[in-house]
T-cell receptor, first 114, second 112 residues
Framework: ETGVTQSPTHLIKTRGQQVTLRCSSQSGHNTVSWYQQALGQGPQFIFQYYREEENGRGNFPPRFSGLQFPNYSSELNVNALELDDSALYLC?????????????FGPGTRLTVL | DQQVKQNSPSLSVQEGRISILNCDYTNSMFDYFLWYKKYPAEGPTFLISISSIKDKNEDGRFTVFLNKSAKHLSLHIVPSQPGDSAVYFCAASDSGNTPLVFGKGTRLSVIA
């Protein structure tokens, strides 16, 4: 059983650019959630995808968008990057079951916006 | 408004002793709680969870206690080991499938 993987590990972009981050879910999982973790903070929910449809969204602007593919891999896209977007971006996969869904995290992508 | 609070940014414990990490929440709709451990340059690793129908869950050296009336949970690690040194995050959700709401974390240092 493979765990959650993310790519790239690190990324440096400049303000105004666009970025795509990728995630492969743990095998057997059908749900993926993305979180942003700023320095000194806990992870903040961005959005969740279940069976290729967005299934909930946190307090993030529309320039944060995502996709989930039939193989349950996922992308997070951020347009018009701002300095405050610098953070660790975490992907978590889970099996959508009622009541006791545990999310398993990947190692994250460290994004730096200059 | 922070719905999940970990009021101790750091904790230092001697090897072999008990580590107690605390977490408070404000949202009474939360019914599923998790603890994650995070090492630098890695993603959070799931440790242990508890649903609101229980008040204790144990897994080896790790025990989580839930006090619903006080909206408080704690993680006990006995005995503490140097490899337990990490940042511990408390997280909560409403019925499991909704987004996890995290605290800011507590950095645990276990001193040999």
């Amino acid at each position: 059983e493979t765990g959650v993987t993310q790519s790239p590990t690190h990324l440096i972009k400049t303000r105004g650019q666009q970025v795509t981050l990728r995630c492969s879910s743990q095998s057997g999982h059908n749900t993926v959630s993305w979180y942003q973790q700023a320095l000194g903070q806990g992870p903040q929910f961005i959005f969740q995808y279940y069976r290729e449809e967005e299934n909930g969204r946190g307090n993030f602007p529309p320039r944060f968008s995502g996709l989930q593919f039939p193989n349950y891999s996922s992308e997070l896209n951020v347009n018009a990057l701002e300095l405050d977007d610098s953070a660790l971006y975490l992907c978590a996969s889970s099996l959508f079951l009622a009541g006791t869904d545990t999310q398993y995290f990947g190692p994250g992508t460290r994004l730096t916006v200059l | 408004d922070q719905q999940v609070k970990q009021n101790s940014p750091s904790l230092s414990v001697q090897e072999g002793r008990i580590s107690i990490l605390n977490c408070d929440y404000t949202n009474s709709m939360f019914d599923y709680f998790l603890w994650y451990k995070k090492y630098p340059a890695e993603g959070p690793t799931f440790l242990i969870s508890i649903s609101s129908i229980k008040d204790k869950n144990e897994d080896g050296r790790f025990t989580v206690f839930l006090n619903k009336s006080a909206k408080h949970l704690s993680l006990h690690i006995v005995p503490s080991q140097p490899g337990d040194s990490a940042v511990y995050f408390c997280a909560a959700s409403d019925s499991g499938n909704t987004p996890l709401v995290f605290g800011k974390g507590t950095r645990l240092s276990v001193i040999a």
